[in-house]
């Protein structure tokens, strides 16, 4: 009788924690409050939520954590369901705030897929305060985020998930 009763406790404990789990998918769209919630992947990079909250953008300064090239940035894009956003248009502005000038050489922008772009004839450690614009265009959706260097390279956050 008590070998009954221990299994019926093992068993309905094992019942309620596997009955009793949130979503086993990778990317869960939203958060405890039903906040939208994205990903940063890395920690020495820059990130933000674009300001209408259509994707997160994070930007792979060097090869530290992930290998993307000589001479190059690595920009992960993710849509509002935290999924990776391949096929997306991106356009970059890099202007000097001192003088309201672009950067004189157009970066180069090439989608290695799964949501990681890769960007060359981009001088980020340029002196002076530089905007960085980033706007992200994919089945008509088109946001943006800017960052400021050298500000944003002190402002960076830890990986993690986070809620616009």
């Not at 202007?95 to 890769?118: F, M, R, V």
């Amino acid at each position: 009788m008590k070998a009954f009763v221990w299994y019926s406790v093992i068993g309905a404990a094992l019942a309620f924690s596997l009955f009793n789990t949130g979503p086993t998918y990778a990317h869960e769209d939203h958060g405890a409050g039903g906040k939208k919630l994205f990903t940063k992947h890395f920690q020495e990079t820059l990130f933000d939520v674009t300001g209408h909250a259509a994707y997160s953008v994070e930007v792979l300064l060097d090869d530290k954590e992930y290998t993307i090239g000589k001479n190059v940035i690595g920009i992960v894009v993710h849509d509002a369901h935290d999924e990776d956003v391949k096929g997306a248009q991106l356009t970059i502005v890099h202007k000097n705030l001192a003088t309201n000038e672009n950067a004189p050489a157009p970066a180069s922008i090439t989608d290695k897929g799964n949501g990681l772009y890769i960007v060359s004839g981009l001088d980020l450690q340029k002196k002076g305060r530089w905007e960085l614009a980033i706007t992200v265009k994919k089945d008509g959706v088109e946001d943006g985020v800017k960052f400021v260097l050298p500000d944003a390279l002190g402002e960076r956050v830890p990986k993690g998930r986070y809620s616009p």
